[in-house]
């Protein structure tokens, strides 16, 4: 079945620092790659996607490419700030007829120390 | 961007009794979801559903749960009779579907069962 997995369970970080979270996936079709970041307290919050090969998704200085050779999804941020400390979650969604759904990893704890 | 509305934000119950955690999904959404997070771990699957009718269930989604969307109200997760282990952050989330689309989460409620 669909799966994605995300290698770090936990990721830390000083401010200004280069942050990489890796993200694989698999899946039998052609899903649409998701990012989505949760804050302590709060539900997950849509980051950025992206649907198809070679496609960069981005938002707020994160970004990621969809890269259906290596089927990864890696999360890339140039300089983390101390806000950017949350849980992100790489998903991929797929449909069919009359479905959808989505399938989440276990999530990267990031904590950015001042 | 769309937001999912969860009521209540914290329910708490004794073991053995009923409760119905209430979601009300984007307007225009076609397709709902229910999660589940323990305190500290990661976001699980439960079931998502659409026209109607259950589409895919997780193993968490035991026999005592049920879901039902009457009359395009609220989407509703009911859990008879509730478990100490049903005590979670329970997230509603929904889609439109009709292609790889986003899911929007809710802000979740959490469930204490005593």
């Known amino acids: 079945g669909d799966s994605v997995t995300q290698t770090e369970g936990q990721v830390a970080l000083s401010e200004e620092d280069f942050l990489t979270i890796h993200c694989n996936y698999s899946a039998s079709g052609y899903p649409a790659l998701f990012w989505y970041v949760q804050y302590p307290g709060e539900g997950p919050q849509f980051l950025f996607r992206a649907s198809r090969d070679k496609e960069k998704g981005s938002s707020r200085g994160f970004e990621a490419t969809y890269d259906k050779g290596t089927t990864s999804f890696h999360l890339r941020k140039a300089s983390v700030q101390e806000s950017d400390s949350a849980v992100y979650y790489c998903?991929?969604?797929?449909?069919?007829?009359?479905?959808?759904?989505?399938?989440f990893g276990k999530g990267t704890s990031l904590t950015v120390i001042p | 961007g769309p937001k999912v509305l969860q009521i209540p934000s914290h329910q708490i119950i004794d073991m053995g009794q009923m409760v119905t955690l209430n979601c009300d999904p984007v307007s225009n959404h076609l397709y709902f979801y229910w999660y589940k997070q323990i305190l500290g771990q990661q976001m699980e699957f439960l079931v998502n559903?659409?026209?109607?009718?259950?589409?895919?269930k997780s193993k968490l989604f035991k026999d005592q749960f049920s879901v039902e969307r009457p009359d395009g109200s609220y989407f509703t997760l009911k859990i008879q009779p509730t478990a100490l282990e049903d005590s979670a952050v329970y997230f509603c989330?929904?889609?439109?579907?009709?292609?790889?689309?986003?899911?929007?989460f809710g802000a979740g409620t959490r469930l204490s069962v005593l």
């Open positions: 559903f659409y026209n109607g009718k259950v589409m895919e």
């Open positions: 998903a991929l969604g797929e449909r069919g007829p009359g479905y959808q759904n989505f399938y």
């Open positions: 989330a929904s889609s439109l579907g009709g292609g790889q689309n986003t899911l929007y």
